[in-house]
């Protein structure tokens, strides 16, 4: 795992001052890449290609980038390329490899498969290919958006990075897109190619970028597409997904370096890290963050349970209010934008804790979009029951879990009545992809913080409807397997995004192997009433592992996913924190926000509200990106 980054003049024309423009962008991001770094300039300085190099595969100079073949093709690349090895032997007819790098198979990859090679790979990967045989740029990203690829296009030249804070320099100016910004209020994440910089793109998960004859050509290369087998059985599906899921886990603990894991204490992370201790019982240690000052916040006990059945040596770090306030502004500088949920937090410092033993670290992220983990599924169909039983529609085939089943899983949603009270408030029984956009929009009770005339709410709905209403990819009906598919492809990228930038944050390399495209393809095969029987959250991995996992993580009820004593520090240490943020000269004067209505209502929020917590990471994203925008501009003087 590193950071790229790289210029291409559309108009075959000199680029001015390349090398000091990839300068800029190698120091804003040296902390993807403590091990090594390289820049390289193509004849004429039409193109040049950047890298901050964290060594995990082939250490020696051999793994070095920008990487350069002897067929006059450049490279590079961030992530890992797990089937390295098998494409090594495929390719070694023809291709002469020079080391063991990842990296060199891509190469290998592309002269063999030019731009299909994308489909080839597998892996987490985001590369720049400059090819000077054919005089082209061909640039990819993974199918789930693992690793980051950016963009902008500023007079004729495209620049391109793994973040967004090295594109700034270039920019004409930092301003905020309304459209990337309404997005954000909404989803909390950019759901389109959009950011919250004006300019700057996000090239989407499982899409390549051509730079050819002047022109930029942005192609999808893959998607998952929910097609139920109703043939399967049940015994069936749990023992292919065993194969899958442990030969998945086996291949990511390809490295030449120790590889640890995360273990929060929910069922995901403790799955792969006890796969992860069968395959490799020499990398046996694992992280996890608590927190133990006040009641019902610590899952510690879980994953210690977990830790002393693999033999793992748990290392584990009390998280504190004053670790909020201390690093909060750097988290933010880090993710380069304000997304996602408070669990960013906890996963920084977790992270920092692991990059002091080692480089890479196993976690279980992808679980809950894959197998159904998420209790808005539940909430969102148990509506369409009532609706269906109240039409007598439930036998027509469009419920594939009966309303029997899901009864008595039902008290599952105790504590989410505050958010089926504010989802039958309106609009109850409506069209289905309106109703699970009310259970996923953030942006409802942020009226008196936000002026809503800031907000582009047209292009959000319109936006949401052409992602969720995906007819080529979904069935009709398949009401639980479109809320599924939203998360996946939508809300799953900017969870990575944490993954990756809290990571590297620390020069930490974080893999995730429940995102293998053979275990997301599959899944996508199976019918509902299997992968999600009764309404139980992620019933089919719990009974598929009954007899690896404990009972006690099994069986639990009580996962929160990382949570965070927010509205307790609210109200005591952070009080203060809070108040001087929102007062400062800078944010009373923000043209979109009213700070004074963030202060009356913040000690409102209920015990999990990300309300504050997204209005704080709005304000310094705003102190980190847009007061200092003049600083970034400053690097090319």
């Not at 198979?105 to 790979?121: K, R, S």
């Not at 240690?285 to 059945?309: M, N, Q, W």
């Not at 969720?468 to 492809?489: G, H, Q, V």
């Amino acid at each position: 795992m590193c950071g790229i980054f790289g210029a291409i003049n559309l108009r075959n024309e000199p680029i001015e001052k390349l090398e000091k423009k990839l300068s800029a962008m190698n120091t804003l991001l040296s902390h993807r890449g403590p091990d090594g770094n390289g820049t390289w300039c193509g004849e004429n300085n039409r193109v040049g290609l950047g890298h901050r190099r964290l060594a995990i595969l082939e250490l020696s100079e051999a793994g070095a980038q920008p990487m350069h073949a002897p067929n006059r093709t450049h490279i590079t690349f961030n992530g890992e390329i797990y089937n390295y090895l098998e494409l090594q032997k495929s390719e070694a007819g023809y291709w002469d490899f020079a080391g063991g790098s990842d990296t060199e198979t891509i190469l290998a990859a592309y002269d063999h498969y030019g731009e299909d090679a994308p489909n080839h790979l597998r892996g987490m990967f985001s590369y720049a290919i400059w090819d000077e045989r054919k005089q082209s740029l061909h640039c990819a990203r993974d199918r789930f958006g693992i690793k980051p690829f950016y963009y902008v296009q500023v007079g004729s030249v495209l620049y391109f990075a793994s973040e967004i804070k090295a594109l700034l320099p270039v920019l004409p100016a930092v301003e905020m897109d309304s459209k990337g910004f309404s997005e954000y209020l909404t989803f909390q994440y950019p759901v389109s190619e959009l950011t919250l910089f004006k300019g700057v793109m996000q090239l989407m998960p499982g899409h390549s970028l051509t730079v050819k004859n002047g022109s930029v050509i942005i192609k999808k290369y893959w998607d998952v597409k929910y097609q139920p087998d109703h043939s399967y059985t049940l015994e069936g599906c749990q023992q292919h997904l065993r194969e899958l899921i442990a030969d998945s886990t086996n291949v990511h603990l390809r490295a030449d370096v120790p590889i640890g894991s995360y273990l929060s204490g929910g069922i995901d992370s403790s799955l792969i890290a006890m796969l992860a201790s069968d395959f490799s019982p020499e990398n046996n240690l694992s992280f996890h963050g608590k927190f133990t000052c006040y009641p019902g916040y610590d899952e510690s006990r879980y994953a210690e349970i977990v830790a002393e059945k693999c033999n793992n040596n748990i290392h584990q770090i009390d998280i504190t209010a004053s670790d909020f306030s201390d690093n909060m502004s750097k988290i933010i500088y880090h993710l380069d934008t304000p997304v996602a949920g408070p669990g960013s937090f906890p996963q920084y410092m977790v992270s920092q804790l692991a990059s002091q033993h080692l480089k890479v670290v196993l976690g279980g992220q992808g679980g809950d979009e894959i197998f159904g983990g998420y209790a808005r599924y539940l909430v969102g169909y148990t509506e369409q029951l009532l609706k269906g039983a109240i039409e007598g529609r439930l036998n027509d085939g469009a419920f594939s879990v009966s309303f029997e089943s899901v009864i008595p899983n039902l008290p599952l949603l105790q504590e989410y009545k505050p958010l089926m009270q504010k989802l039958f408030e309106k609009d109850l029984f409506g069209e289905t992809d309106m109703r699970f956009y009310r259970l996923i929009d953030r942006s409802s009770d942020l009226s008196n913080e936000v002026d809503p005339s800031a907000l582009d709410m047209e292009h959000v709905i319109s936006a949401y409807k052409s992602a969720y209403n995906d007819e080529d990819n979904i069935a009709p009906d398949a009401y639980l397997d479109s809320m599924s598919r939203f998360d996946f492809k939508k809300l799953l990228p900017g969870l990575l995004q944490v993954e990756d930038r809290m990571s590297m944050a620390h020069g930490l390399e974080s893999r995730v192997p429940l995102l293998d495209h053979a275990i997301v393809e599959y899944a996508a095969t199976i019918p509902p009433e299997i992968k999600y029987s009764g309404g139980r959250l992620k019933e089919l991995l719990r009974s598929t592992y009954t007899d690896v996992l404990p009972a006690e993580l099994t069986e639990r009820r009580d996962k929160m996913g990382f949570p965070v004593p927010l509205k307790e520090w609210y109200a005591d240490e952070l009080r203060d924190y809070i108040q001087d943020t929102f007062r400062s000269k800078a944010a009373t004067e923000r043209a979109f926000m009213n700070s004074e209505k963030v202060l009356q209502n913040f000690d409102k929020d209920s015990q999990f509200s990300r309300k504050t917590w997204g209005l704080l990471s709005l304000e310094l994203w705003n102190q980190n990106f847009y007061d200092r925008a003049h600083e970034f501009r400053a690097m090319l003087n």
